[in-house]
């Protein structure tokens, strides 16, 4: 795993630990650092977006896109080795959950 990568980890676990008063674990720490990076989104705005979890249903974090009004499922692996198949599982689990919401289930 790439050393800025997990700079990066260990920073949102000191930030969010800050803003929250809680640790919370690589992995999940991994997911606020995409919503940083990847959608713009400051860490005092992620709580709550984060859902990672073992029951989250394949969605380990959300984001609203305000411009195109679309909610955005997220799924994210800290991990130093994923396989194809860890890949369509995860797909899979997301897909259903998502169906479970469209069934309001």
């Known amino acids: 795993m790439s050393e800025l990568i997990k700079s990066q980890v260990q920073l949102a676990q000191e930030e969010i630990c800050h803003i929250t ?8 720490a991994f997911s606020h650092v995409i919503l940083k990076y990847c959608f713009g989104v400051n860490y005092i705005d992620q709580i709550g977006q984060v859902t990672d979890g073992p ?11 305000e411009e195109d009004a679309k909610v955005v499922i997220c799924q994210s692996k800290y991990t130093g080795a994923l396989s ?13 959950t998502v169906q479970n919401f469209k069934k309001a289930n």
């Open 21 to 28: 008063g809680s640790k919370i674990a690589d992995n999940r």
């Open 55 to 65: 029951n989250d249903g394949g969605i380990d974090f959300l984001y609203y896109d």
């Open 84 to 96: 194809f198949e860890d890949v369509v599982s995860e797909l899979n689990k997301m897909y259903s």
